[in-house]
């Protein structure tokens, strides 16, 4: 094409742009941005002279499992305060899935395992284990708690839990 030619097209296009565009006066959006969710709290079992208490930390949204990863935090001054520790010295890491072939309906299931080598055998009191059950079960939904890296006699590495399992634990 030559530039003459080019020129024109140019043109054209820049005039055919601006039709139809009519002048707006201001257009209001509204109030500021503000968020309408509250704050998440999650449960943690920590240990109490011997036995289970359930305290509440602070949580966020979209994160139902913190309370696992919370297990090998250190309990806060107030609950030192207060006398609560916690068995769980490792990380912990959890997702839930859904188990299709109960009976009647489907359950959730909460799996946890250690974050760091999860093929090398744990062997977790029953304190700890007690801790990671009920607060795997204070999870909205979740019904129990697979534990990998507990080697049982058998030789598997998974252990089914359930907060229902220490009940002679909890205050």
């Not at 208490?53 to 309990?75: C, K, Y």
């Not at 072939?101 to 009191?125: E, K, M, Q, Y």
């Not at 890296?149 to 907060?163: F, H, N």
């Amino acid at each position: 094409m030559r530039p003459p030619r080019v020129l024109a097209v140019l043109a054209a296009c820049a005039a055919l742009a601006g039709c139809g565009i009519r002048p707006t006066g201001t257009i209001r959006a509204g109030g500021p941005p503000s968020a309408a969710a509250y704050p998440a709290t999650v449960t943690v079992y920590l240990v109490h002279g011997g036995r289970l208490r359930a305290v509440t930390r602070p949580g966020l949204p979209g994160e139902p499992h913190l309370g696992i990863g919370q297990l090998s935090v250190p309990p806060t001054t107030r609950e030192r305060d207060m006398g609560l520790r916690t068995e769980i010295r490792e990380r912990l890491v959890a997702y839930s899935v859904v188990d299709e072939h109960g009976p009647v309906t489907r359950r959730a299931i909460l799996v946890v395992r250690p974050a760091g080598r999860p093929d090398t055998p744990r062997r977790w009191s029953r304190t700890a284990l007690a801790q990671i059950a009920c607060t795997a079960q204070a999870v909205p939904g979740i019904d129990r708690v697979n534990l990998s890296s507990t080697p049982k006699l058998d030789g598997t590495v998974w252990t089914s839990l359930a907060c229902d399992d220490f009940a002679d634990l909890l205050e």
